[in-house]
């Protein structure tokens, strides 16, 4: 849980494996690691950087205890140098990040981790398993209100998230991407975020008709009288908060809404205002909500349905039709010498980076220069320190802050990134310094990665 | 995570909305609610049971701290009757559920919560976050596992997973339908579960070459000297393998494995297979990861890849082309009338219900009934009790009866199913009581839910 300690042997056994050996070795120079998505993913024209707050917290809160400590030694795995190591070890290191809510696109670094090999090497599973989620969920948000503008829009979908912190964590990155609120509980009380939320099936069922349901409820909860009509028939409901409504009123309840949950959601919506509007009710919302995605909302955005709010849940929460990104957390720069992996499709741009992002006459965003750090390029730089010796430089920014600088960013988006399909590839240019950097790191290693000639000659 | 304790505050708030009116309104008489997935995904022609343990902690140990209580409050959304409720809040129902590791189906309910409305309603959107996801990646686990018989296969995909608890649980599902072990250390200090690990092509890239990488790990870990070949050239890295390797047995120390991370698998599988042979290292192992999947894997061993163990990461970790089953919780039984809704697509098969499987000669599945509770059928009764009045009636099994289970199911599935493209779907009969007490309840909830003569008067 974000509010939670997660424990630090939430890492990959080979991370220990490697500890162990750079202790060793005494290789504990300097190590330069950088988080980056290699490609966008099929419907996605642009991500939204999200996740780095829980990053931070993790590296300044990442300790072994002494329980773990024992249970690592239990395994007899590990030597006592490392074991006393990890009893001591706090990460020192220094980051640089995009701020949240920020756009980003392939192969620009999100985060950035300057510290002693051992330090950096051994965050790099959590620091991904953070950083990927909810750059994807955030992403995801994105798209589902950019197919629904000016609609209240919450998410519903912390059962079907992937266990207890992906629904939690959802929550946050929706609420960053622009949504109205949550109806996770404990997101409120751990971000802040407004909650939603009102009946089930269930509770019509339990009572003995939907008119007794609707009765109880709405003296319950005066100020939320939103009531769910497709239990049995959503029209024959509707007809019934028709009847309901001036007993209700003369008790000074207003029925602020309904909502809709199954069914053909364009029609029913179109049916439910007509039986609302005739029966006095025109102040009455429409709540739309059940198996929902982008494009079922940029459907009803289309037909001009009369839905004023939507609950979009398990499709947002497991970005279930893109639910993972090609991305890596991979070192580039190790001792004061740069370096990458030439692994097939896996290449990397070696060194410290930053991103430089340009705009047009009309401020949309006009194409990124990938170019190593300390190099002036036209633009905007988009990754700024955010952590020095292991602690974080500022408090964190409120996360409406970080709300607005995604409204923001999302609004600057070339129109064409704006479509559910996007119309084109953003231009993310690769400077020249980095692209001889790369040819540099490789020459270097290349030399150093012939086969040996004794065993050449011997086996083939 | 599953070895601390999840805030009594990760529901949604409807919930405690409902909680609110039913204490209201005094219904907290006995209600019954199942957990089941109402139609099987694609591709997937079974799914298996996980998640129950988790469940039955969470159940058992739910309860609302002070600080929660005084958020709830701090709200202004709950009465004093519904906050002191919460304060000493604890489950006290009955629980029956198909044991973990258990192949079910589409309409078979899992697991059955029996309690006074309002604690089996506040309990519902966790319990379904629990079961929804262990039985998501057991099932997927169980597709690898068939994809690839008698290889040994590791979850590598914590780093992907949705969040900390997702990438600890996944671990838990795959190893209960028979993966040999997990990278992420929390598995092993949690669960017990084997851990495998090795090192990342940043240990390599660390050092000045390959060689000085492979003899630096192979010092540190003697034991588990598994070396990466794909950092730069893999074949190259092969053939610095079979050079070093005397140097080192020369040290008492045996190379045991290597592992391929990127390229063709299968083709640099068996080129590698050659070049370790042709240096007398035929004892060492091939070990192969890398965006696999169960297709990747079925690939594989129709061509007969020379590969030994696997390891599979993202793929399994969010069910990738899957990442989401199509479930429910639903309110089957009230105050001791049977109940459903009927929301078109959704109706749901009414009270408490039992699942009989028979058996053919050859010792397979032969089919289910789907039957209420207290009719005898023909063959095995699945679901069984495992809480009385909020305590487990038993303690957990170990995780490896769970895997016995599992593995005996899985042998007995009908071969069609054993296919990644499953040859049929396993018939699941409805039991003419059941259909009886659906027609019943449908006509008790018609009568009470046609629509108010006066409002359907004016409005249509």
Same sequence: chains 1, 2.
């Avoid at 300097?30 to 099929?42: G, I, Y």
């Avoid at 007899?76 to 640089?96: I, K, M, P, S, W």
Wanted: aromatic content about 8%.
């Amino acid at each position: 849980m974000a509010s939670e300690r997660v424990s630090a042997l939430l890492t990959d056994l080979y991370q220990i494996n490697m500890m162990q050996a750079y202790l060793d070795h005494s290789e504990t120079k300097t190590a330069v690691f950088e988080f980056f998505v290699r490609s966008l993913p099929a419907r996605r024209g642009f991500l939204v950087a999200a996740g780095l707050e829980q990053v931070l917290d993790y590296l300044e809160n990442l300790r072994f205890s002494a329980a773990e400590i024992e249970w690592l030694s239990s395994t007899g795995r590990f030597g006592r140098n490392l074991l006393d190591y990890l009893a001591e070890f706090r990460f020192t290191g220094d980051v640089h990040a995009m701020p949240e809510g920020t756009v980003f696109f392939a192969d620009e670094p999100i985060l950035r981790v300057t510290a002693p090999l051992p330090e950096a090497q051994l965050v790099e599973s959590r620091l991904i398993n953070i950083l990927h989620f909810q750059s994807l969920v955030a992403a995801k948000a994105a798209r589902v209100m950019l197919a629904a503008p000016g609609k209240l829009i919450v998410d519903f979908g912390m059962r079907r998230a992937h266990g207890a912190e992906a629904g939690l964590l959802a929550a946050r990155a929706s609420y960053i991407a622009g949504f109205a609120g949550t109806a996770t509980v404990l997101a409120g009380q751990d971000f802040g975020i407004p909650l939603y939320g009102t009946m089930a099936h269930s509770f019509i069922e339990a009572f003995v008709d939907e008119t007794a349901a609707f009765t109880a409820f709405a003296r319950s909860r005066p100020q939320n009288v939103v009531l769910l009509l497709d239990t049995y028939d959503t029209e024959a409901a509707a007809h019934k908060v028709v009847a309901l409504a001036p007993r209700l009123k003369a008790a000074g309840i207003a029925i602020r809404g309904v909502r809709l949950d199954s069914g053909d959601l364009i029609a029913l919506s179109r049916r439910v205002r007509n039986i609302l509007d005739a029966g006095g009710l025109a102040e009455v919302t429409i709540f739309a909500s059940g198996g929902l995605d982008e494009d079922a909302l940029a459907a009803m955005t289309r037909a001009n349905a009369p839905i004023d709010g939507l609950g979009v849940g398990t499709a947002l929460t497991t970005s279930s039709d893109v639910p993972t990104l090609d991305c890596g957390y991979k070192l580039q720069e190790y001792a004061g010498l740069a370096r990458r992996k030439r692994s097939l499709n896996k290449a990397t741009w070696p060194g410290r980076k930053q991103v430089w992002r340009r705009y047009g006459a009309d401020g949309s965003m006009a194409g990124d220069i990938l170019a190593l750090e300390g190099y002036q390029k036209a633009g905007t730089p988009l990754i700024e320190q955010v952590m020095q010796a292991g602690r974080r430089l500022q408090p964190p920014p409120s996360l409406d802050d970080t709300r607005r600088r995604a409204k923001h960013d999302l609004e600057l988006l070339p129109s064409p990134l704006r479509r559910l399909d996007p119309g084109m590839t953003y231009r993310v240019e690769v400077a020249d310094e980095l692209k001889a950097l790369a040819a540099e790191v490789d020459r270097r290693t290349q030399e150093k990665t012939a086969p040996p000639l004794d065993s050449a000659a011997t086996a083939r």
